[in-house]
């Protein structure tokens, strides 16, 4: 669980990063590639979420 929050964290940031270089240049692939790493986030975190009610229901 801890290595799931702080992985979540990590990306989390990079994606914060990466929106903020896209403020800073205006460069659509910043944007792009945050994008990417948030949609990432969000399936994984989908997924995390189905097993662990899979688990309590089996």
């Given at each position: 669980?801890?290595?799931?929050?702080?992985?979540?964290?990590?990306?989390?940031?990079?994606?914060?990063?990466?929106?903020?270089?896209?403020?800073?240049?205006?460069?659509?692939?910043?944007?792009?590639?945050?994008?990417?790493?948030?949609?990432?986030?969000?399936?994984?975190?989908?997924?995390?979420?189905?097993?662990l009610?899979?688990?309590r229901?089996g």
């Amino acid at each position: 669980m801890a290595l799931f929050r702080g992985l979540f964290f990590v990306l989390l940031m990079g994606a914060a990063v990466l929106f903020a270089l896209y403020a800073v240049t205006g460069q659509r692939r910043w944007r792009q590639f945050g994008l990417r790493i948030v949609i990432g986030i969000v399936l994984a975190g989908f997924i995390f979420f189905a097993v662990l009610i899979a688990q309590r229901i089996g």
